[in-house]
């Protein structure tokens, strides 16, 4: 508790707040703030990451799969409790319990503008309790060079994004290559300011489709089809549960891979380019490769009656491990 009063973060514009014990509304942008969120915040505290890609990456779908991962994990942590704090996050868990129950996946949903998906996740091996924040946007305000901040107040403030890529989608995409979507981040950050040798920004970078790609290298192709946590969820009988050492091994594989993407990623000029940019603007960058339905979607954008995600979780692990070395 700080000797000016009790100090949290708002999870809409992400300005510090000071006050007393029942501050219900932020002064700067007036959106009244979650209760649980507010109570939990020096106990649970928060993981701010923006999303960030062109359109039809995948960054929905994403979303939701990692919304079931975060559900399902009450099987492997035993003292781990996921709690949905906001309405646009609950309807997220309402999406994945329709789909647990009814084995057919629902018509997925955006978050609107204005709305955050905020999940109080307690009680994890290894990280212990955190809050995740996100803010999910259209991928049309990606397409230029400069984002317009105000549809993605994270940006500027978190000093996380999530920066999700779909391989498979690109020679179809009119022309767009890796690099050009780093140099619009790197490109509005400057814009607004931001001093890369003093603020260290990090880049998780989240291959999606993998399953789709069709030059992974097999050992790649053979990580991402293995995911021992969604095999762990779904064990039948006993619960087969992940201790702390376990997580740890999970995570030395986790950075190998990471490495392995960096420079399989680096095949060709695009690639070289990419890793380069951040290198040169002190922005360090983690690599994950995921499926968030473990299947293609249809042409009309139907989705597997089977949600089999692999990988998910990987982006928000490195998330906690970008943040507990700051």
């Avoid at 100090?7 to 942008?29: F, S, V």
């Avoid at 960030?52 to 994403?62: A, C, D, I, L, P």
């Avoid at 790197?186 to 993998?210: G, N, P, S």
Wanted: hydrophobic letters at 40%; a positive charge; charged letters at 20%.
């Amino acid at each position: 508790m700080s000797i000016f009063g009790r100090r949290l973060i708002c999870p809409y514009c992400l300005i510090e707040i000071r006050g007393g014990k029942n501050i219900a509304r932020c002064p700067r942008c007036n959106q009244e703030l979650p209760v649980q969120y507010v109570y939990d915040f020096e106990r649970v505290p928060p993981v701010f990451a923006q999303v960030f890609g062109w359109s039809r990456v995948g960054k929905t779908v994403f979303l939701s799969a990692l919304t079931l991962m975060l559900v399902k994990m009450a099987n492997v942590w035993s003292k781990y409790v996921p709690t949905p704090v906001t309405d646009a996050t609950q309807r997220k868990v309402q999406e994945i319990n329709e789909y647990l129950a009814k084995g057919k996946m629902p018509p997925l949903t955006q978050l609107g503008p204005q709305e955050v998906y905020i999940m109080l996740l307690k009680g994890m091996e290894r990280w212990g309790g955190r809050t995740l924040v996100t803010r999910d946007c259209a991928g049309e305000i990606f397409d230029n060079m400069q984002v317009p901040v105000d549809q993605a107040p994270f940006l500027l403030h978190a000093p996380t994004t999530f920066m999700l890529i779909s391989l498979p989608d690109l020679p179809n995409s009119g022309g767009r290559s890796i690099e050009m979507l780093i140099n619009n981040y790197i490109d509005t950050l400057m814009k607004h300011k931001v001093d890369f040798a003093k603020e260290r920004r990090k880049l998780v970078v989240v291959l999606t489709k993998a399953d789709l790609i069709p030059d992974l290298p097999p050992n790649l192709r053979q990580y991402l089809v293995s995911d021992p946590l969604w095999a762990a969820v779904n064990s039948s009988g006993s619960n087969r549960e992940m201790n702390v050492a376990e997580m740890e091994e999970y995570m030395e594989v986790m950075s190998r891979v990471s490495g392995a993407i960096e420079t399989w990623i680096q095949r060709d000029a695009a690639g070289k380019t990419f890793v380069r940019r951040a290198q040169e603007r002190n922005i360090e960058l983690r690599f994950s490769l995921i499926s968030s339905t473990g299947a293609a979607v249809g042409a009309d954008g139907t989705m597997p009656q089977t949600l089999e995600p692999r990988r998910v979780l990987d982006p928000y692990f490195w998330a906690l491990e970008l943040q507990s070395r700051a």
